[in-house]
């Protein structure tokens, strides 16, 4: 079998994800041009380099339906001859695209691939492509469907985090991500945004808070309480399915759960043909990818599992992991993790994560796959994982090992 290289990683800053964003009057076909224009670019590939675009993108209406990465495709630098297949693994969609693409690779199905993802979370709302999980009933019933963020509060509630453990963690993420911009950890896989005529947009990551403190924290509601407690009553459905649990207890909020943003995010992946035929070194070895169902109510324990999977695959330990990259769509899915896997808080998003820069759904798995190459290269480590939670109860992972 055809090992699978990752040869570049760009990510184009986050924007707040809303009106008064930077990124607001940018289109996700645009930005997602600018990503794989820049992995051309900086490769020095010819248009037709690669045998196809893998792009994910969650809500896949208006304009970023249509088949989205063929779009983009067409609107960018590359040969037409390219096509483009638009994936949706939920919030997993970036990182799906690189293991698929990897696994073509593997399997012999091209010399190399553009791989990654974009949402643009302020322009096209998340839910507007109407799920049948959440508004079927004949589905939402029978799987006791409850929003991700009663999720979050149940595994806080199972597993016995605290406000002040979440709010902890989110505080953490802050200083880690203020830090990282701050000795230019993310410059070498950046690229800034720029308007028609040149002229830069965005070249910082706009949602960060670095001030956040506990105190201001504490002062935040609970996001999902009054959803949970009162109408439409979530709370309930969620002892239906968990008897054991007499009361949800409700730590999430706006401080502690991952910011709504614009994003995008590609890497290169080719076989070791490919960079000899295009002057390239590989910087890491695509070494694991996994992905699996779990539980749809809790939802979110996905990580665990896909990990765990992921280490047996590889016949790994998970000591054999130097860092680790958890997307933190809410605090309690990094402290289970943390938990599960008895792991040093000091290996687990360095640089901060999703709490602190923002979650843009179909981008964050690529982006943490470049996040956890850099820091892999800055530390002179080997192994990394990279792995995320997904909606309606699913998890997938990447190992990633430096050559």
Not at 172 to 190: D, G, P, T, V
Request: charge should be negative.
């Amino acid at each position: 079998m055809t090992d699978a290289y990752i040869y570049d990683a760009v990510r184009t800053p986050r924007g707040k994800g809303r009106k008064d964003g930077a990124l607001h009057e940018v289109t996700a076909v645009r930005l997602s041009t600018q990503v794989l224009n820049a992995l051309k670019d900086r490769n020095g590939l010819d248009g037709h380099a690669v045998e196809d675009v893998i792009w994910g993108n969650v809500t896949q209406v208006m304009e970023q339906g249509g088949c989205l990465a063929r779009t983009a495709v067409l609107a960018s630098d590359l040969d037409e001859s390219i096509p483009g297949l638009a994936i949706n693994r939920f919030c997993a969609s970036g990182m799906e695209a690189v293991n698929l693409a990897a696994n073509q690779v593997m399997g012999g199905a091209g010399e190399a691939y553009i791989a990654g993802g974009v949402e643009m979370m302020g322009r096209v709302a998340m839910g507007s492509d109407g799920a049948a999980i959440a508004v079927d009933p004949s589905v939402a019933m029978d799987t006791y469907f409850v929003p991700q963020g009663i999720s979050a509060d149940i595994i806080a509630t199972e597993y016995g985090f605290s406000r002040d453990d979440a709010d902890a963690l989110a505080v953490e993420s802050q200083k880690r991500a203020a830090a990282a911009w701050e000795a230019k950890r993310f410059a070498k896989s950046i690229i800034e945004v720029k308007d028609q005529n040149g002229l830069t947009i965005l070249d910082h990551d706009e949602y960060m808070r670095p001030g956040t403190d506990m105190q201001a924290l504490g002062s935040l509601n609970a996001s999902f309480q009054q959803m949970g407690e009162v109408m439409p009553g979530f709370d309930a459905v969620a002892k239906l399915k968990y008897p054991h649990l007499e009361k949800i207890n409700h730590i999430h909020h706006a401080g502690n759960s991952s910011g709504i943003v614009d994003g995008s995010a590609g890497v290169l992946v080719g076989s070791k043909a490919f960079g000899e035929k295009w002057g390239l070194t590989p910087r890491a070895r695509i070494r694991q990818t996994t992905k699996i169902g779990t539980d749809p109510t809790i939802m979110l324990t996905g990580p665990v599992p896909a990990t765990q999977k992921a280490l047996n695959d590889s016949g790994m330990a998970i000591s054999d992991i130097d860092l680790f990259e958890v997307n933190e769509a809410f605090a309690s899915v990094v402290l289970r993790f943390q938990q599960a896997f008895d792991v040093d808080p000091d290996l687990v998003n360095v640089n901060g994560g999703s709490i602190a820069m923002g979650h843009p759904l179909g981008a964050t798995g690529a982006i943490i796959i470049g996040t956890l190459l850099d820091e892999l290269e800055r530390t002179d480590k080997e192994v990394g994982l990279a792995t995320l939670c997904i909606a309606s109860g699913m998890g997938a992972a990447t190992i990633i090992e430096r050559v």
